[in-house]
């Protein structure tokens, strides 16, 4: 009797061994190119079974069941499902192609160049749109960042615009300023002419302000530091508005800046403007300037944009540079 239980047990796991085991195999390649392609992973999705492709893009796995859902899966490359019915005991899938995953890269982290705070090893302070708006005034940009600690700014010349900037005791020989992550230092000493930016003010976005030397894609001369301007986009929705600024000293300014909006041929327009006038706030300080900046993009598809930028403040200032002597002073 137990030789007849011991025979009808192997009975049944020979049938369980013999029951049909289907190969399953193929070559893994590259859509564009033709090019084999290793470490695939291939599974079955609800199920143990799977296996990895070798590096000339083989790969084999074994199934006992007639119809089977085959997932081949890769960083690089789009999934890929294939749903296949076993006609034979082995099955040769031939060639199967993947096609790359297109590598989308952040316009802000390429023209802005902004380090996130939380993530940085380096010491960088932000400055908003919003509080440029509310502390500036008249006085140059350089002078909103005597409230970063670190920072020393003053006027130089006695004009509307002129003044220079330190990072920790580091002239702006040795800082790099750049707008959207584009040096815009002179090209013969690094040095920054503020009073061309005049009314860069109504277009910018965020400041960042890095102390010490940092990475950069451009080779600039941040020794002590750099300082990132980084512009307004146009914006989803039309918006549209007028302001007007008057100081204790007599220099007014007027300003317009207009957004259209995403437009039905997908151009979305912004423009800032202003005009600046006054006859400073001492002797042969007056000023002139107009200013403009004007931004167009659009979205050409689901990989570019394009985006052009126009900017300039033409501009007539006096300047001081000398005190008054005792006898202009009495």
């Known amino acids: 009797m137990k030789r007849i239980g011991l025979f009808i047990v192997n009975l049944l796991l020979i049938t369980h061994t013999l029951q049909a085991q289907h190969p399953i195999s193929g070559i893994i390649q590259e859509a564009e190119t033709g090019l084999p392609i290793g470490n695939v992973q291939i599974t079955s999705p609800g199920s143990a079974i799977g296996t990895t492709s070798n590096a000339d893009g083989s790969f084999l796995l074994t199934t006992d069941k007639n119809n089977i859902h085959l997932t081949f899966h890769h960083l690089s490359y789009k999934t890929l499902s294939r749903y296949i019915v076993l006609h034979s005991q082995e099955m040769d899938l031939g060639i199967i192609?993947?096609?790359?995953?297109?590598?989308?890269?952040?316009e802000i982290n390429i023209t802005g160049g902004m380090v996130t705070e939380s993530n940085s090893p380096i010491t960088i302070s932000t400055l908003t749109g919003k509080e440029i708006q509310t502390q500036l005034g008249d006085q140059p940009l350089p002078l909103l960042m005597n409230s970063i600690p670190g920072i020393y700014s003053t006027r130089t010349g006695g004009g509307s615009g002129d003044a220079e900037l330190s990072i920790r005791g580091f002239n702006q020989q040795n800082i790099g300023i750049l707008l959207n992550g584009i040096p815009i230092g002179s090209v013969e000493n690094g040095l920054v002419y503020w009073n061309n930016w005049l009314g860069l003010s109504h277009a910018i976005a965020e400041i960042q302000v890095q102390k010490g030397p940092g990475v950069s894609n451009a080779a600039i001369n941040s020794v002590g530091g750099s300082l990132n301007i980084v512009t307004s986009n146009p914006k989803e929705t039309p918006d549209y508005s007028l302001s007007y600024r008057v100081t204790s000293f007599g220099n007014q300014e007027i300003s317009f800046s207009a957004n259209s909006g995403i437009?039905?041929?997908?151009?979305?327009?912004?423009?800032?403007?202003?005009?600046?006038?006054?006859?400073g706030y001492i002797d042969a300080t007056n000023v002139s300037a107009w200013s403009y900046f004007l931004t167009l993009n659009k979205q050409l598809n689901a990989k570019n944009k394009l985006t052009i930028t126009l900017l300039g403040t033409p501009e007539i200032h006096g300047q001081r540079t000398l005190k008054l002597s005792d006898q202009e002073h009495r």
């Open 263 to 279: 437009m039905e041929n997908g151009w979305n327009v912004a423009f800032y403007g202003s005009y600046l006038h006054g006859d």
């Open 97 to 106: 192609q993947l096609e790359k995953l297109p590598v989308n890269l952040d």
